[in-house]
């Protein structure tokens, strides 16, 4: 394992081997998304209080559960950047934080759509929905460190201290319906046991989350290909790369 690890570290090698990945990543996202979208707008039924209205969760919850888990990546990365000073993983920590920014503020804004008439108000302060702010401001914290430093690496460690200081607040996020008092529902898909949404709203969502998920890597990688590109264009492999495109386009 540490073998693989330590040979898709290298620039030229992940480059290649994710351009490998990239069909089959897009091929099924494809059919997932279909799949949920059909199960979220047309099979699955009405909520009994809510109406069509609860239709946003499916946009919603996939973005909410995506903006923990890039952070907890950007966690990973931060960690590879600090210690082993990889340099793939600067790449990716710099590549991933508007995306992990995007879906952050995409759950704040549709969970501010869907309470104005379900609780009668666009933003209350409780405990989930200012921690979730909190986990915005920590990624426009990074990547602004990240482009105000002119020295790549030190952007970058300055970058990954920030960010694991802020690991911090992703299990207040994700408890915080429980540790506290708060107009935003508890735990439903989570109590994998008896979750408390009917099962055929469950399976869109479920699938709507993988989706989300395969639309994250496929869009990191295309950032991350990009930024290799950039990082390593003095070398020969890269030059190679280039001459063998301009020809290929001729």
Known sequence: MFKFFYHYSSLRNFYFFSEK?????IT?????????LYGALISAPADY??????RIIYVHVPSAWMSLLVYMA?????????VWRVKLAEITLSAIAPIGATFTLAALVTGSIWGKPMWGTWWE??????S???LLFLYLGVIALLRAIDDRRTGARSASILCLIGIVNIPIVHYSVEWWNTLHQGPTVSKFDSPSIHIDMLIPLLTMTVAFM??????????IRSAILVYDKETQWVKDLITSSKREQI
């Open 132 to 134: 979730e702010l909190v």
């Open 74 to 82: 950007m966690g990973l990365s931060a960690v590879s950047v600090l």
């Open 125 to 130: 302060w409780d405990a989930r929905l200012t």
């Open 214 to 223: 395969l639309y994250f890597i496929i869009i990191s990688l295309y950032r």
């Open 28 to 36: 099924i996202f494809l059919g997932l998304i279909i799949y949920s």
């Open 21 to 25: 990945l990239m069909p089959f990543l």
């Open 49 to 54: 209080q809510q109406g069509d209205s609860f």
